[in-house]
């Protein structure tokens, strides 16, 4: 009983997001990643989950290596690791929520400082 009221659901779901334009997406997660001494951006940083490099857009530094912020389109929660040549890889965890019933957004923005350490 409980299955099949689950199924009329998520179809009736799909059903009532036909023909509904969602808009363009933001970022929702900026990463300051920066050596844990100088706290100077760090460059050629590479982004990934589950092993797989994650693609991101740079936001570019005042003369500096590296980026200000690594700004990423990710929904929902997520554990990435970050790291970058002559460093310890980092791990940090986030969620940013989901909100809306058909064009799925983050709930809120992450923003975080993620200090790599030699």
């Known amino acids: 009983m409980r299955y099949a009221a689950l199924v009329l659901l998520l179809v ?8 509904v334009a969602c808009g363009v997406a933001a970022p929702s997660v900026h990463l ?3 050596d844990a001494v100088t706290q100077q951006p760090v460059a050629a940083v590479s982004i990934l989950q589950n092993g797989q490099s994650l693609s991101y857009d740079c936001a570019p530094t005042d003369g500096a290596a590296g980026c200000e912020s690594y700004d990423l389109f990710l929904i929902g929660e997520h554990t990435l690791t970050v790291q970058a ?6 791990t940090v965890h986030f969620d940013t929520g989901v909100t809306g019933d058909c064009c799925m957004g983050p ?3 992450v923003s975080m400082t993620v200090p790599l350490n030699h």
């Open 107 to 109: 709930a809120h923005e």
């Open 32 to 34: 300051h990643i920066v």
């Open 85 to 90: 040549p002559a460093y310890q890889p980092a």
């Open 12 to 19: 009736g779901c799909k059903d009532s997001c036909q023909n």
